[in-house]
């Protein structure tokens, strides 16, 4: 069984450009959050895809978004980066949404590491 | 609306003492609770969950915690701390009305002393 897997590791983008990050499901989900989380913070829910189409979003401006494809991997895309965009991105995979919490686990990959200059 | 309390940001132990990390939360709706582990520049690990049913949850590495719903609380223990156990943990609040959304505290540091 593959598990969650983001790529790439680290970046580094300067304010005002675009940046998108990948992450793969682990084998036989089909659900794919994003978090975000600050230095010395918790990760904080940025949305959640389920067949393709978002499925929740949390308190992030529109310059977040994303995307999930057919395989059920996604992309998290940031226009616009600003200074405080600087953080461990997280995603997380799980069976479908619903309200079993067996269904509802959600594994994390270890996440890409982005800098803004 | 829910949401988690992690009281002390920074918790030092001294190996094979009890480790006892704290949680509050709150949450409208019957809740499902959940302790992670993140390693350094990793990311997170379940350790272990509560959802229904026993109110006193057992995870991996030799953790439990105990879901304490007068008190709202989710506190974690372990009872003799290894220096592997040094890390950061995070509690997490769902709730069961539906959607998949992770409400995260601002997580503990643990730090383990010889």
């Known amino acids: 069984e593959t598990g969650v897997t983001q790529s790439p590791t680290h970046l580094i983008k300067t304010r005002g450009q675009q940046v998108t990050l990948r992450c793969s499901s682990q084998?036989?989900?089909?659900?794919v959050s994003w978090y975000q989380q600050a230095l010395g913070q918790g990760p904080q829910f940025i949305f959640q895809?389920?067949?393709?189409?978002?499925?929740g979003r949390g308190n992030f401006p529109p310059r977040f978004s994303g995307l999930q494809f057919p395989n059920y991997s996604s992309e998290l895309n940031v226009n616009a980066l600003e200074l405080d965009d600087s953080a461990l991105y997280l995603c997380?995979?799980?069976?479908?949404?619903?309200?079993?919490?067996?269904?509802?686990?959600?594994?994390f990959g270890p996440g890409t590491r982005l800098t803004v200059l | 609306a829910q949401s988690v309390t992690q009281l002390g940001s920074h918790v030092s132990v001294s190996e094979g003492a009890l480790v006892l990390l704290r949680c509050n939360y709150s949450?409208?709706?019957?809740?499902?609770l959940f302790w992670y582990v993140q390693y350094p520049n990793q990311g997170l690990q379940l350790l272990l969950k509560?959802?229904?049913?026993?109110?006193l949850v057992k995870g991996i590495n030799g953790f439990e915690a105990e879901f304490k719903k007068s008190e709202t609380s989710f506190h974690l223990t372990k009872p003799s701390a290894h220096m592997s156990d040094a890390a950061e943990y995070f509690c997490?609040?769902?709730?069961?009305?539906?959607?998949?959304?992770?409400?995260f505290g601002t997580g503990t540091q643990l730090k383990v002393e010889l």
């Open positions: 997380a995979s799980s069976l479908a949404p619903g309200t079993s919490a067996m269904r509802n686990e959600q594994f």
């Open positions: 084998s036989g989900h089909n659900t």
């Open positions: 895809y389920y067949r393709e189409e978002e499925n």
């Open positions: 949450s409208s709706v019957p809740p499902y």
């Open positions: 509560y959802t229904t049913g026993a109110t």
């Open positions: 997490a609040v769902r709730s069961t009305g539906g959607g998949n959304k992770l409400t």
